[in-house]
């Protein structure tokens, strides 16, 4: 029941499959010898794929996470230099 083709990398969505299946209560050994995966690549895709509970209810994934915080970043910046351009155009 494998779904590795030799020297590919697994997809994303068996990827999530196998985590959903960790969360539902498999144990990480049998998840590897059931679909022919190492634990060693298992463990980095629960890490990387489990929610993170947030305010308010939501969460997301650490990888959603770290996209946030880069794209707020890069807004912040741009709304700095625009804060400068205001400045510098309000007095001319």
């Known amino acids: 029941m494998s779904n ?3 020297g590919k990398p697994y997809n994303e969505n068996f990827r999530k499959m196998v985590v959903v299946l960790y969360h539902s ?7 590897s010898s059931g679909y022919s ?8 895709w ?8 947030l305010e308010y ?14 794209q707020m970043l ?3 910046q741009e709304n700095d230099i625009l804060k400068k ?5 309000s007095k001319k």
């Open 57 to 70: 209810g939501s969460s997301a994934t650490p990888d959603d996470y770290a996209k946030l915080q880069k």
């Open 85 to 89: 351009a205001m400045a510098i155009f």
């Open 4 to 6: 590795h083709k030799s």
């Open 74 to 76: 890069r807004l912040q």
């Open 46 to 53: 629960i890490k990387k794929l489990t929610p993170m509970e």
């Open 25 to 31: 209560g498999q144990s990480v050994r049998v998840l």
């Open 37 to 44: 995966v190492s634990k060693v690549s298992i463990y980095p």
